[in-house]
């Protein structure tokens, strides 16, 4: 038998030990958190003038809040002693504003003002290592919230009283049920009503192209006639392709189809333990590229729409770099949805990433082959701790609610994995190398630049992004020396996209920059341009028009005889993988 050499034997016992503790720690790198940690506390031990403020800013504020405290309790108009942030909806009920609950919920915000400013401003600590603190302490603290306990909070303690204890059995019974799902490893049954082909992703089409990592999918036309040019979407492959074609009254592809495009869904396979060495590459060449051949043999002497959504924009971005180099000009225009370019401020997600935390991360993945949907949930989670922890925590087991399951939170439970090989390579050189920014992306054996691109670009940022920041989303301008159409909508990272026509308060802010311009700031460009009412689907149908042909008779479902003949009907078969 031949023996492995003694280097390797080495790496794989530290590699099996880190994957074994990732379980255990939800993939966080304790390196990583103690390095922030210890950093943040030698600098705070030298620092005797900060530690002098510390104090006298919690002995003058507890000061003033016990005053405040003795008024609270005989004057139910007294003005709040801190505000709570914008966006902060945990004490916004008036139930709060009762005594002794606006004591209780004022000290809260006091503790976690308090706590912001130990752990923020220390002279001499890396602001990675800032982050990381600020933020372990906020989710710390969120523990001792005292929404979080049947006594503490008044609309637990009225819902009990009013239904005769009824809601805590049921919050109970909730918990139990939870409990038995996940030691039994049970799907979530909530999501049991929602069906891809069924009553999701049901706008009518054919798989015309697969592969190994592929199924490209192309929907029947609505119309008479339809523009020129067709549409390709390239989806995140950290989810699955329907976030676009949800339900029939908000999907995005069903809007297109009806307005007249000719419209391509690329679908990805969810990864296993034999696609561990798929890189960047391979998405690039057997997805973007392989698809764009497959729609050029079936529309052929077409340009075409190049949509890209989250990961999924970001690749777009490189294909289209990648084909401006090559001289390959097949491409009429490129859509980006919250896709970052450049990496330097991709917001609270870059706190979990480092080369500790990387190299934890690798490691991990390296014992499956793969980075699986609840390592990748984890992080997701805490960085919507209120709203995917602790709102459900109260809602389903406090208050004893039944959680009413939407499109939208089934398509969110229906995640994918990702191969070891490709997110170890699109973590480390677009997030903490910045590589495809820099110019140092190389496809193929050179690099490419994003300013080579010249076809219009369709930007769309959100407000409310927890994954791509706006103010990252926007850098774009400053990367690409070609006419940019940029939106600015309300919503997050997902409900902004799925902003159908009709959708009650929706509001976005649009501008366009061309290659002459100046550069304006991202808040100055907030400034200057105005809200609008609606959806942003409808500006985007007009600007794929404006760089449209005429309009032509539909093309075949698929061309037979270049061999992409129709496979099978839609939505595929790789949406069904778990």
């Not at 051949?293 to 971005?317: D, E, F, M, R």
Request: glycine content about 6%; hydrophobic content about 40%.
């Amino acid at each position: 038998m031949t023996r492995m050499p003694l280097p390797d034997i080495k790496n794989s016992i530290d590699r099996v030990m880190h994957a074994v503790e990732g379980r255990y720690t939800q993939g966080m790198s304790p390196a990583s958190l103690t390095l922030a940690f210890m950093d943040w506390l030698i600098h705070t031990a030298h620092s005797p003038g900060k530690l002098s403020e510390m104090r006298e800013n919690f002995l003058r504020k507890y000061s003033a809040f016990g005053l405040w405290s003795m008024r609270a309790a005989f004057d139910p108009e007294l003005k709040p002693f801190i505000t709570s942030l914008p966006g902060d909806r945990r004490f916004s009920d008036p139930a709060w504003q009762r005594f002794p609950y606006n004591v209780m919920s004022q000290s809260f915000l006091l503790q976690e003002q308090w706590w912001h400013y130990a752990t923020t401003g220390i002279p001499g600590v890396a602001d990675h290592h800032e982050n990381v603190v600020s933020f372990a302490a906020r989710q710390w603290l969120d523990v001792f919230s005292p929404t979080n306990y049947p006594s503490t909070n008044p609309l637990v303690v009225e819902k009990a009283i009013n239904t005769g204890g009824q809601s805590l059995m049921k919050g109970m019974q909730n918990l139990l049920e939870d409990v038995q799902h996940n030691l039994l490893g049970d799907a979530d049954t909530q999501t049991s009503e929602f069906t891809p082909g069924e009553n999701l992703a049901c706008t009518p089409g054919k798989v015309v192209y697969r592969n190994r990592l592929i199924e490209l999918l192309q929907y029947s036309p609505r119309t008479d006639k339809v523009a020129a040019e067709p549409i390709l979407i390239t989806p995140a492959w950290i989810m699955k392709y329907y976030i676009l074609d949800l339900s029939e009254h908000n999907s995005m592809v069903r809007y297109l189809v009806d307005k007249g495009h000719t419209v391509f869904m690329i679908s990805w396979h969810n990864p296993g333990p034999q696609d561990r060495d798929m890189g960047m590459s391979d998405y690039l060449r057997r997805g973007v590229m392989d698809a764009l051949q497959a729609i050029n043999h079936i529309v052929p002497k077409q340009k075409v729409h190049l949509v890209g959504y989250c990961l999924g924009g970001t690749l777009a971005s490189i294909a289209a770099a990648a084909m401006a180099r090559d001289n390959d000009d097949r491409l009429q225009s490129l859509t980006l949805f919250t896709a970052q370019t450049d990496f330097t401020e991709a917001g609270e997600l870059m706190l979990f990433i480092d080369e500790s935390q990387l190299s934890y991360m690798e490691d991990m993945m390296w014992d499956k082959g793969y980075l699986d949907t609840q390592q990748m949930a984890g992080a997701f989670t805490l960085l919507r701790s209120y709203d995917l922890i602790w709102s459900r925590i109260i809602n389903e087991y406090l208050m004893g609610e039944t959680p009413r399951m939407n499109d939208l939170m089934a398509w969110n439970a229906d995640s994918t994995r990702m191969p070891y090989r490709m997110h170890s390579e699109y973590l480390r050189r677009l997030f903490l190398n910045n590589d495809l920014a820099s110019g140092r992306f190389n496809v193929g054996d050179r690099p490419i630049s994003l300013r080579d691109i010249r076809v219009p670009v369709f930007c769309v940022a959100t407000q409310k992004d927890h994954v791509a920041p706006w103010h990252s989303v926007y850098k774009v301008h400053d990367l690409m020396n070609t006419e940019v159409t940029f939106v600015l909508t309300s919503g997050g990272h997902n409900a902004g996209i799925v902003s159908e026509p009709g959708h009650p308060r929706r509001h976005y802010q649009l501008g366009v920059q061309t290659a002459e311009d100046k550069h304006i700031p991202a808040d100055d460009w907030a400034l200057r341009h105005e809200a609008r009412e609606g959806s942003w689907w409808e500006p985007w149908n007009d600007w794929l028009n404006t760089h449209s042909g005429e309009p032509v008779d539909p093309p075949p479902m698929g061309n037979t005889k270049a061999d992409y003949p129709p496979i099978g009907p839609a939505p595929g078969t790789y949406v069904f993988e778990r």
